[in-house]
């Protein structure tokens, strides 16, 4: 046994364990099965699939805002419908196979209420939210995704760590 | 109205798939899970990182092998581009906004449609909160184009 070697090892267990207490096989196989889905679609038909285009797209079937009846919304609308109905169904195959049948969240209401609406304002705003930017974005290496992403995962490390050091909880 | 785009026969089960296994993956990945979602944003659990990064990555290589070595998508007989956004104002003010939202619930939008496949009704509070900020968001717009064109009747 090498006592410094040793001492270096356990170390960067403790650090890794730390920064990653569930692992991380879960988190990167499932980033990875999320990449096969967008590329299945990008190869088939060149379109980048966002998944936040769906409110805007899906208002033009009940509000004549002409903000709403684009022509991009109205020519993807019935597809996103269909993509979006098969995220849903993709994640209950996971429920019924291998997530214990489904559970539900602990997280407040009006934290998930208001949260949302400022999601549903936000990356409409800023043109694209986790996928678009943080997937199609990043992967095309765009400046303006990047510039979305690092905007968007500091502003959500500094309220989530606020909320918890004012114990709010969960 | 471009509908021809959807009437090739195979367009509408490569959407299928392809949602199916980005639904698949965001619950496998424990994304969909607004608890571990907070975790990582409260630095407790940095595995996201893995979630973004790896579905990013595979992505990444399939956008640079067919800009580079493929013609058109045979769909769709779209060329293949990169999704380029044009940058200005709006995208660290929505993304400044997004992020609040994104880290007040641990909610993002393709996380939030998984949820709810996986049983988690509460989830659609968060899910009819997005409806009406996007509502909100494309009526305030609207309002001031119109309100910008009285006052500006030049413009």
Same mark, same amino acid.
């Given at each position: 046994m090498n006592g410094p070697l040793t001492a270096v090892a356990l170390l960067a267990e403790v650090s890794f364990t730390g920064l990653f207490p569930r692992g991380i096989a879960q988190y990167a196989t499932g980033g990875v099965l999320i990449g096969l889905g967008v590329s299945t679609i990008y190869l088939?038909?060149?379109i980048t699939p966002g998944a936040s285009t769906f409110f805007e797209s899906t208002l033009s079937y009940v509000s004549a805002l002409p903000r709403f009846n684009r022509a991009t919304y109205l020519a993807s609308r019935d597809w996103r419908v269909v993509f979006t109905l098969s995220m849903v169904a993709g994640a209950a195959v996971y429920a019924l196979l291998l997530g214990e049948g489904g559970w539900t969240t602990d997280v407040r209401a009006w934290r998930l209420l208001v949260g949302g609406v400022l999601v549903g304002v936000g990356t409409r705003i800023g043109k694209g939210c986790t996928s678009g930017h943080g997937i199609n974005g990043l992967a095309s290496l765009s400046k303006t995704s990047f510039a979305?992403?690092?905007t968007f995962v500091s502003v959500a490390i500094g309220v989530a760590l606020t909320m918890q050091a004012l114990g709010v909880t969960p | 109205m471009t509908?021809?785009?959807?009437r090739h026969p195979l367009f509408v089960p490569l959407v299928v798939v392809g949602g199916l296994l980005f639904g698949f993956g965001l619950a496998?990945?424990?994304?969909?899970? @607004?608890e571990v979602v907070l975790d990582f944003l409260q630095l407790q659990d940095l595995g996201l990182v893995f979630v973004m990064g790896g579905a990013a990555g595979v992505t990444a290589v399939t956008i640079a092998f067919a800009t580079r070595f493929l013609d058109r998508a045979p769909v769709t007989d779209a060329p293949y581009g990169k999704r380029?956004? @044009?940058f200005d104002r709006s995208v660290p003010v929505g993304g400044a906004v997004f992020g609040v939202g994104w880290g007040l619930s641990g909610l993002c939008p393709g996380s939030a449609y998984a949820s709810l496949g996986i049983g988690n009704y509460p989830i659609l509070l968060g899910l009819v909160g997005m409806f009406v900020g996007a509502y909100a968001q494309g009526y305030w717009r609207a309002y001031r184009a119109g309100s910008d064109r009285t006052a500006a009747p030049s413009d």
């Open positions: 088939g038909t060149a979305s992403v690092a | 509908g021809s785009v959807d496998y990945s424990e994304m969909a899970r @607004p380029r956004k @044009p």
